[in-house]
C-alpha cells in the first residue's frame, strides 16, 4: 500500500527508565551493525514514465495541445540527465491525425534510453487506412509485448485489442469488438477498449513463467483496471482476476484518466500516472525500483508515490 512516514513519538511520554535502556542498547548495538544493515535498500534501476503527451495541432478548450512538444523536450532532457533504463510512454503520444506522429516522434528519439511505447485509444485517431500502421510507426513489432530488467519482467499490454477505434470498420477486428462491445450492452464508454482472448492466453504465460523464473511484474497499459471507474477497459475484472492468481505480479502502471489515481488490491498497486497534456503545468515521472519499494518521483503535477512491497 501507499505508505508515509511513522508518527514521531516525544520523548517525554517515555518512562525514564525506558528511555535509559533504549540508549544503552542503541550504543551497545551499534558497534555491531554492518554497513549493509544500515545502508538504504538496494536500487536496481530506474525508468522514465509519460502518461498522454497527446499531441496536435489544434486549439483546446480543456487541453494544451500545442504545448506538448516542448513539454516533451523538457522531459526527455531531464531524463537524458540521469541513468535510466528506460523510458516508457503509456498511450494516446497523439491526440489525433497521422501527421502528429511527425513532430513528436523525432522529440522523443533523442532519448539516451531506449523508449517503450503503448498503444493509446487516441494513436488510434487517424484515418482507417492508416490504423493498422500505428504500431510500426511507434516501432513497435507487436501490440502487446514484454521484455525483462534485472529479476523484472515488464508486460506491456493492449487494452485497444478489443474496441470501436483501433480497427478499420468492416475488418474481422471490428466486427468481433462491435459483437463483444454489444453483448456487454452497448453502454460502455466508446474512448476504452479491451483486451481479447488471444492476448489473455499470452498474458497468463508470461505470468506463469515469471512465477516460475522467481521474477517480479510490472504491467503497463493505457486503460485502467483498477480501482472501478468510467476510464477502465471493458474486461478489467477478467484482467484482474488473472493478475490476482499470480503472486509475481507487484504493479500495473497506466495512463489514461487524466486526472490520475491509485488503488491497492491483493498485494498489487494499480498506479494511474497523471496526463502530460492537460494543464500548462508538466506532468512525467522518474521511476526508482528497490528491492523492497517502487519510488515515483514526480515532475509538474505528477504526485510523488511510494508502493511497498
Known amino acids: 500500500m501507499l505508505t508515509k512516514r511513522p508518527a514521531?513519538?516525544?520523548?517525554?511520554?517515555?518512562?525514564?527508565?525506558?528511555?535509559?535502556?533504549?540508549?544503552?542498547?542503541?550504543?551497545?548495538?551499534?558497534?555491531?551493525?554492518?554497513?549493509?544493515?544500515?545502508?538504504?535498500?538496494k536500487l536496481f534501476f530506474k525508468f522514465g514514465a509519460i502518461a498522454d503527451c497527446q499531441y496536435c495541432d489544434a486549439d483546446g478548450a480543456w487541453r494544451q495541445y500545442r504545448r506538448s512538444p516542448q513539454k516533451l523536450r523538457e522531459c526527455i532532457a531531464d531524463f537524458n540527465s540521469q541513468s535510466l533504463t528506460h523510458v516508457v510512454h503509456l498511450g494516446d503520444f497523439i491526440d489525433r491525425d497521422w501527421e502528429s506522429f511527425d513532430v513528436v516522434i523525432p522529440i522523443i528519439e533523442k532519448s539516451k534510453a531506449p523508449v517503450r511505447h503503448v498503444l493509446g485509444n487516441h494513436d488510434f485517431s487517424v484515418e482507417d487506412r492508416f490504423k493498422e500502421l500505428v504500431p510500426g510507426r511507434l516501432g513497435l513489432e507487436g501490440r502487446y509485448y514484454s521484455f525483462s530488467v534485472m529479476n523484472w519482467r515488464i508486460l506491456v499490454l493492449d487494452t485497444n485489442?478489443?474496441?470501436?477505434?483501433?480497427?478499420?470498420?468492416?475488418?474481422?477486428?471490428?466486427?468481433?469488438?462491435?459483437?463483444?462491445?454489444?453483448?456487454?450492452?452497448?453502454?460502455?464508454?466508446?474512448?476504452?477498449?479491451g483486451i481479447g482472448a488471444t492476448q489473455l492466453e499470452w498474458l497468463e504465460k508470461e505470468l506463469v513463467a515469471a512465477d516460475l523464473a522467481g521474477?517480479?511484474?510490472?504491467?503497463?497499459?493505457?486503460?485502467?483496471?483498477?480501482?472501478?471507474?468510467s476510464h477502465n477497459a471493458w474486461n478489467a475484472d477478467e484482467v484482474v482476476s488473472l493478475l490476482e492468481r499470480h503472486d509475481c505480479v507487484a504493479v500495473y502502471m497506466n495512463g489514461h484518466n487524466h486526472r490520475g489515481a491509485y488503488g491497492y488490491k491483493k498485494g498489487i498497486h494499480y498506479v494511474t500516472l497523471k496526463g502530460m497534456v492537460d494543464t500548462e503545468e508538466t506532468a512525467y515521472s522518474v521511476v526508482s525500483v528497490f528491492e523492497d519499494r517502487i519510488a515515483v518521483k514526480g515532475s509538474g503535477r505528477q504526485d510523488d508515490l511510494s508502493l511497498e512491497f
Do not use: W
Not at 516525544?10 to 554492518?34: R, W
Not at 478499420?168 to 477498449?193: F, M, W
Open 215 to 229: 521474477q517480479r511484474v510490472m504491467l503497463h497499459s493505457h486503460h485502467p483496471v483498477y480501482p472501478p471507474g
Open 8 to 41: 514521531y513519538v516525544p520523548a517525554k511520554f517515555l518512562s525514564l527508565s525506558l528511555l535509559c535502556s533504549t540508549l544503552i542498547a542503541s550504543f551497545v548495538l551499534l558497534p555491531l551493525l554492518t554497513a549493509e544493515e544500515v545502508s538504504e535498500p
Open 161 to 193: 485489442d478489443l474496441s470501436l477505434y483501433a480497427h478499420a470498420k468492416g475488418t474481422a477486428e471490428y466486427v468481433q469488438s462491435l459483437g463483444i462491445y454489444e453483448a456487454l450492452g452497448g453502454d460502455l464508454p466508446k474512448y476504452n477498449g
